[in-house]
């Protein structure tokens, strides 16, 4: 969930998980984000429906619907698919990647 009022909170928790040798380009990609939404009135929310995960090659998708309210207003829902890659960092999995995927109809949109 993200909102004007958690931007901060947000990218510090995605931040976290995040491997040391990815945090500069997580963390632009991120402010990109919350530049974007800060001092809006957006708020957006993902309803998960499925999760893939591929423990071999390190990579999760997760598949569901994007909620973008403006004021109280929902204004649109959305089916998008992200993906995540990982890599160990000791015993613990890191973030080193992500981003939404995109089908052939997606992109012509």
Same mark, same amino acid.
């Given at each position: 969930?993200?909102?004007?009022?958690?931007?901060?909170?947000?990218?510090?928790?995605?931040? +976290? =998980?995040?491997?040391?040798?990815?945090?500069?380009?997580?963390? #632009? /990609? &991120?402010?990109? !984000? @919350?530049?974007?939404?800060?001092?809006?009135?957006?708020?957006?929310?993902?309803?998960?429906?499925?999760? +893939? =995960?591929?423990?071999?090659?390190?990579?999760?998708?997760?598949? #569901? /619907? &994007?909620?973008? !309210? @403006?004021?109280?207003?929902?204004?649109?829902?959305?089916?998008?698919?992200?993906?995540?890659?990982?890599?160990?960092?000791?015993?613990?999995?890191?973030?080193?990647?992500?981003?939404?995927?995109?089908?052939?109809?997606?992109?012509?949109?």
């Amino acid at each position: 969930d993200r909102s004007p009022s958690n931007l901060e909170y947000w990218m510090k928790s995605v931040l +976290e =998980i995040t491997a040391p040798s990815a945090q500069g380009k997580i963390r #632009g /990609d &991120l402010m990109k !984000i @919350v530049n974007e939404q800060r001092g809006s009135s957006i708020a957006q929310f993902f309803t998960i429906q499925t999760m +893939e =995960i591929d423990p071999k090659n390190l990579w999760s998708t997760v598949t #569901g /619907d &994007l909620h973008t !309210i @403006v004021g109280n207003k929902v204004v649109s829902n959305e089916r998008r698919t992200f993906r995540f890659d990982w890599q160990y960092s000791g015993l613990s999995l890191k973030l080193v990647g992500f981003g939404m995927v995109t089908t052939g109809k997606e992109k012509d949109q």
